[in-house]
């Protein structure tokens, strides 16, 4: 199971995703032999599958003496991951996709060994990281997010800008009701670099 950060047009606010088809791919045990491990709580959509992992690696920390029963190994990995990415490997992080299902995380980044380096040291025994690159952080994705979703209603009578969020592999989500009107509006306003317009249904906000 995965789950992707969204900007929802029609509550103008950040909200979760659910989304599948990340790549399943069965894992080696401990670090892969090529060296510079090369390469979204978020994670990849439903849109396609992701790239197979360029480089992988599975954790050897053990579970710390008090940890939280409730929580999982792969919890506690995706947690430092975080910290990591937000703090001194900040300008190489893209994202990061969850899979309950293998044990495992799909992480996005800017190719750099010591990164790659930090988060499998960082994984917990029998959790599984496979590493992706990417070609911008995320930081410039959140920058590119919040100003597509400034103006949810700037588009109105050409066509409804419905939701906008980033993508764990690199780009940003604009769902529209119209992509053929919308592209090469959004386009022209914000570059193509980074933006992925598609087609979204109706939101329909909770009744309560």
Same mark, same amino acid.
């Given at each position: 199971?995965? =789950?992707?950060?969204?900007?929802?047009?029609?509550?103008a606010?950040?909200? $979760?995703?659910?989304?599948?088809?990340?790549?399943i /791919?069965e894992?080696?045990?401990?670090?892969t032999? &090529?060296g510079?491990?090369?390469? @979204?709580?978020?994670?990849?959509?439903?849109? +396609?599958?992701?790239? @197979?992992?360029? /480089?992988?690696?599975?954790?050897?920390? @053990?579970? @710390?003496?008090?940890a939280?029963?409730?929580?999982?190994p792969?919890d506690?990995?995706?947690?430092? $991951?975080?910290?990591?990415a937000? &703090?001194?490997?900040?300008?190489?992080?893209? &994202?990061? &996709?969850?899979?309950?299902? +293998? =044990?495992?995380a799909?992480?996005?980044?800017?190719?750099? /060994?010591?990164?790659?380096?930090?988060?499998?040291?960082?994984?917990e025994?029998?959790?599984?990281? !496979?590493?992706?690159?990417?070609?911008?952080?995320? !930081?410039?994705?959140?920058?590119?997010?919040?100003r597509?979703s400034?103006?949810?209603? !700037?588009?109105d009578g050409?066509?409804?800008?419905?939701?906008?969020?980033?993508?764990? !592999?690199?780009?940003?989500?604009v769902?529209? /009701?119209?992509?053929? +009107?919308?592209e090469?509006?959004?386009?022209?306003?914000?570059?193509p670099?980074?933006?992925k317009?598609e087609h979204?249904?109706?939101?329909?906000a909770?009744?309560?």
């Amino acid at each position: 199971m995965t =789950n992707l950060r969204w900007i929802a047009a029609a509550v103008a606010i950040a909200g $979760v995703v659910v989304g599948a088809a990340l790549y399943i /791919d069965e894992l080696e045990t401990g670090h892969t032999d &090529g060296g510079l491990l090369d390469a @979204p709580r978020e994670s990849a959509s439903v849109r +396609k599958a992701s790239a @197979p992992a360029e /480089d992988r690696c599975v954790g050897t920390v @053990p579970a @710390p003496p008090d940890a939280d029963p409730e929580e999982t190994p792969l919890d506690r990995t995706l947690a430092r $991951v975080d910290k990591l990415a937000a &703090g001194e490997h900040a300008a190489v992080y893209t &994202g990061m &996709g969850v899979d309950e299902d +293998k =044990n495992a995380a799909d992480i996005w980044r800017i190719p750099s /060994d010591a990164f790659d380096t930090a988060v499998c040291d960082a994984a917990e025994k029998g959790v599984k990281l !496979r590493l992706h690159s990417a070609d911008v952080d995320r !930081r410039t994705l959140d920058a590119l997010a919040e100003r597509v979703s400034e103006d949810m209603n !700037r588009w109105d009578g050409t066509f409804q800008l419905r939701e906008v969020g980033v993508d764990e !592999r690199g780009f940003v989500h604009v769902g529209v /009701d119209d992509p053929k +009107k919308a592209e090469p509006l959004v386009e022209k306003e914000f570059g193509p670099r980074y933006i992925k317009v598609e087609h979204v249904g109706q939101i329909h906000a909770d009744a309560g």
